[in-house]
């Protein structure tokens, strides 16, 4: 934490300061991060354009996505008749009777679409972070950097729209906001050219300011944020609950000590912030009701665990379980194969019916895998399905007593403790790989999900994965020095995504002899 913010309690001060670029800036590190270009893209109606793109004669049409008795999201022609988002089912179809309704609890088409967008954007640059299926952070100031350099800022217009104005000319300080609204409106277009998606993007100096200016206009449109207009982005939010990064519990805790709006929680004595949430959690809290938020895009590591699973009225016999586990398990172990890494532990979850709580009563229990079932997942052979049936048996005697009846709602199976085939104690890459990403920030919605390794577009012989858990300003290091070397990171083909990831791991392995943390991640 910078010292100088130390006992700052003054909005517009401690604000000022953040948006001072290079000068008045005390450290690098406020001048970098205050120049930082970040993007956040999210798309439009997400399920519903999916259900859309498989198909088309839903396009003109109202359309609303089903989970269980909610309208978990609908197309925008579903908008304009008064349906909205999480609405119940009945009120949606009392709003709109010619409603047409598209089940969407098998995520499967979700999940896929929601990767090739993050892959996709990966493409043009290393720093992105997902944020649950349908946003990304992107860090785009290397781009921009670069192409300030080859541009004339009288050749510059913002793309878009600006927060709070109508027409924004280009100057030497809002510079590379303008660049950065051409990159989003590429991105956008990429996106939508490559998948058929459209989606709004928020252009500011941080993560926070990109996100909640991003909704201003919607859908398929986007918004940059000036530096001098984050005050008012702040106060026009409605509560705390508005503010990314300000959950329930803080919220219910700020609301026992009186604070309930953005403006309460920037006024209040730091000092007693500090009291109740200790000094981290209080000066974070207090920055992001500024609009000040330091924190890095960190591109996600490859998932913690893979897990699958379907949910249905009524299986009550032994066998109707069996046949269940075995289809989840054979498009698990196929996924898992995919993934290339060994998982160690295997987990069944069971949800059986009950009247009080239908939807949250699961129960799981978990086992290690033998060596020669894991084994056997990751070569691929068909003899690994059969061993973990054996396997999940086991773990479903030991949770229900089959002799009595039993209705099961939902089965879930999952593997975890997944480790890099290549990864030895003694490299550095099981050092990296067994930091896993921070779950702190996931949605339910990731930690359930699976998602192929990610590609980063680093040296041949660099793990990218390894490459994915340095801190970001490293990243941007390493880039800019292997940039300088040679043109090494070139753009991958669509088609070449998962040869490549697997020839630099292979390269990375035989890379990690070496003791020197520097050589390990410089090219040959
Ligand atoms: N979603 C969900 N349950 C929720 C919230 C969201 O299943 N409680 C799913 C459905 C959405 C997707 O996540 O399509 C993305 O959520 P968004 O809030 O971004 O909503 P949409 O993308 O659907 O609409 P918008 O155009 O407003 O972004
Ligand atoms: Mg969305
Ligand atoms: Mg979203």
Request: aromatic fraction near 8%; glycine fraction near 4%; proline fraction near 5%.
């Amino acid at each position: 934490m910078d010292t100088d913010e130390e006992g700052d309690n003054d909005w517009d001060r401690s604000l000022e300061s953040d948006m001072l670029e290079t000068e008045g800036s005390s450290t690098d590190r406020v001048t970098s991060i205050s120049q930082r270009v970040i993007l956040h893209i999210d798309l439009d109606c997400f399920y519903a354009q999916v259900e859309m793109i498989r198909n088309p004669a839903l396009r003109n049409k109202p359309l609303g996505i089903q989970q269980k008795y909610l309208i978990v999201t609908c197309n925008y022609v579903a908008r304009e008749h008064g349906v909205n988002k999480l609405m119940s089912v009945t009120d949606a179809v009392e709003k709109c009777p010619q409603l047409v309704l598209v089940k969407g609890e098998d995520l499967t088409h979700y999940r896929e679409m929601s990767y090739k967008v993050t892959e996709l954007l990966m493409s043009y640059c290393p720093l992105v972070e997902r944020l649950g299926f349908d946003e990304n952070f992107m860090d785009v100031t290397e781009m921009v950097e670069r192409r300030l350099k080859e541009t004339c800022i009288s050749d510059l217009s913002f793309n878009g729209h600006v927060y709070k104005h109508e027409s924004m000319a280009v100057d030497e300080e809002n510079a590379r906001l303008a660049v950065g609204s051409v990159i989003a409106a590429e991105m956008r277009q990429a996106i939508f050219s490559t998948l058929g998606l459209t989606g709004c993007a928020g252009i500011a100096n941080n993560k926070l300011l990109a996100k909640l200016v991003a909704g201003t206009f919607k859908p398929n449109q986007q918004t940059t944020l000036l530096p001098y207009s984050t005050a008012e982005l702040m106060s026009s939010l409605t509560g705390l609950i508005k503010v990314p990064g300000i959950g329930y519990k803080t919220r219910e805790k700020l609301k026992a000590l009186g604070l309930v709006s953005v403006r309460d929680l920037q006024l209040y004595s730091l000092a007693d912030l500090v009291r109740e949430f200790g000094e981290v959690t209080a000066k974070r809290i207090q920055n992001l009701a500024c609009g000040i938020d330091d924190s890095p895009v960190t591109p996600a590591g490859p998932p913690q665990s893979l897990s699958d699973e379907d949910s249905f009225k009524k299986i009550s016999t032994l066998e109707e379980v069996q046949k269940k586990t075995e289809e989840l398990l054979t498009s698990l172990t196929e996924r898992m194969h995919k993934d290339g890494r060994r998982p160690h532990t295997f987990r069944l979850t069971i949800r059986q019916y009950t009247v009080t709580n239908r939807w949250f009563s699961r129960e799981s229990r978990q086992c290690p895998i033998p060596n020669h079932t894991g084994l056997k997942i990751t070569c691929g052979s068909s003899e690994a399905v059969p061993q973990l049936l054996g396997l999940s048996m086991k773990l479903f005697h030991k949770m229900l007593d089959t002799r009595e009846p039993f209705h099961l709602t939902l089965l879930n199976v999952c593997f975890s403790n997944l480790q890099a085939k290549s990864s030895s104690k003694s490299s550095i890459a099981s050092f990296f790989t067994q930091k896993c990403p921070t779950t702190t920030q996931m949605t339910s919605q990731q930690q359930v999900s699976m998602y192929d390794f990610p590609y980063f577009n680093v040296p041949a012989n660099v793990d990218p994965y390894v490459f994915s858990q340095l801190p970001a300003d490293v990243q941007r290091e390493l880039l800019t020095e292997w940039r300088q070397q040679k043109p090494v990171l070139k753009i991958p083909s669509k088609h070449s995504h998962k040869t490549s990831s697997t020839r630099d791991k292979k390269s990375a392995a035989k890379g990690s002899q070496c003791n020197n943390i520097l050589k390990y991640f410089k090219p040959n």
